[in-house]
């Protein structure tokens, strides 16, 4: 390892300025009850491994993205100052419908120079915010959406923003043709075999069906512990660059912390199409929360996130010194990250490279099974059941939701009020994060065991699993239900859950 510096003034400045560009929390950015806050859809230019690259952001009045104090409304002016039309979704809030921000539904998308108004009250936790266009998310534009609580301030810790991104310097078109044609990765391999050597999928959606039933559990139990890498499909596009708050481990963001620090890293994953592992090396960590809701510490120091998905860490630091958190691309080598250090440390430069491939992601959901929300889904009968079959392939590059893609789907219905059970069952040799809008859901059964599981946005789905998610329906309106890998997204993987007045 040699001696940690920057490169070159070009280099030096743009990185600097990227670094500037995220909200620092625990400065009192704004009051309590706060003002209008002014955010724009606009273009910025990064460093990448000392090529400029031009991408998309979210400007607030202290970098990308915002952070809201305990208690604050998220009153907000979103200005598009981007030459295409756009709107914003806040992953993980539950605004009005109208203010959810998926074009045309019911709000058609900004126009450029055009501003919009939202108002509602922010949920407590580490959320983030992004183009519900999959193109225009695949350029960057998106930002941490951090609302500090009351329990945060008393806590006393340094808080801490990894926002993680996969990046490509081709156009997101050109890096969705490259999947589509099966040439994305290697010359055309995915998941570790030959186009030619996948196991068939395209026959193995199923219809939708109101109530799970016990033939489809049987027909699941098969030993997932029996999977390994060479199975699945984990990664259909190999990109340019995996970024924490958009630098790369060749000029990683430093973040000095006290001796004997008390850190809370809080962890988003807005990559387009990779899943991560978190690894705080010597450090043990406490995992307190996920998709901004606060589950019974877990420790460790692995812990895994599919895209869309949130972590918040705990770490306490001992004494002086350099503490690496890495981000480990899943059934790869790649990496990215970035350094906790005090202000009297030697820092030295890590390789982009680990020794060694990161495994797969919760295969045999070991993690998902682990996490146990502090504030349950009060007990109630259930009202109505429904299974979605997860199914796609490579080639042709098609994914959907029981058989169907967006535009022929079937909705998935529920009236306000009722206690919904959805199961997610992945037929499928990739794994699919599903994010459901308007709404925070309850894992309750994993591969046919009950359990009271987290509270989430998104839940991850691996490979011929099933998960059930347990929720009370919300305003009466049409919200999304999709798989956030983007290029699952924009070739189909995505319905409506459509809730109807009681």
Known sequence: MTDFTRRGLLAASVAATAAAQFPRMGMGQTPKTGPTTRLAATSRVLDINGRAATVWGLEGPSGQGLTLDPGQRFRVDLTNDLPDPTLIHWHGQIPPNKQDGVPDMPMPALKPGETRSYDYAALP???????????????LLAAPLIVRSEEDLAADRQEVVMFLHDFAFKSPAEVLEEIAGGHARNGGHHGGMPMEEQPPMSGMDHGRMEVPGTAAKEE???????????????????????????????????????????????????????????????????????????????????????????????????????????????????????????????????????????????VDLAQETRLVALAPLPARKVDRN????????????????????????????????????????????MGHPMHLHGHVFQVVEINGQRISGARRDTVYVPPMAMVTVALDAGEAARWMLHCHHMPHLETGMMTEFAVASA
């Open 386 to 429: 429904h299974m979605l079959m997860l199914g796609g392939s490579m080639q042709p590059y098609r994914w959907t939701i029981s058989g169907k893609t967006w535009g022929e789907h079937i909705p998935v219905e529920a009236q306000s009020g009722e206690r919904v059970e959805i199961t997610f069952h992945n037929m499928s040799m």
């Open 220 to 362: 699941h139990d098969m030993p997932m512990q029996g999977m390994n890498m060479q199975d699945m499909d984990l990664n259909d596009y190999d990109w340019d660059a995996y970024l924490a708050n958009d630098r790369t481990l060749s000029d990683p963001e430093l973040v000095r912390v006290e001796r004997d620090g008390r850190v809370r890293l809080r962890v988003i994953n807005a990559s387009a199409a990779t899943v991560f592992w978190i690894d705080t090396g010597e450090i043990e960590a406490s995992l307190v929360a996920v998709d901004g809701h606060a589950v019974e510490p877990v420790t460790g120091s692995r812990f895994g996130l599919a895209m869309g998905q949130r972590l918040d860490l705990d770490l306490d630091l001992s004494g002086a010194g350099v503490w690496p958190v890495l981000a480990l691309r899943e059934g790869a080598r790649e990496r990215t990250g970035l350094i906790l250090a005090t202000s009297e440390a030697r820092v030295t430069k890590l390789d982009m490279l680990a020794a060694e491939a990161a495994p797969a992601f919760d």
């Open 125 to 139: 936790g580490t959320f983030w915010m992004h183009a519900h266009i999959p193109m225009q998310e695949m350029r």
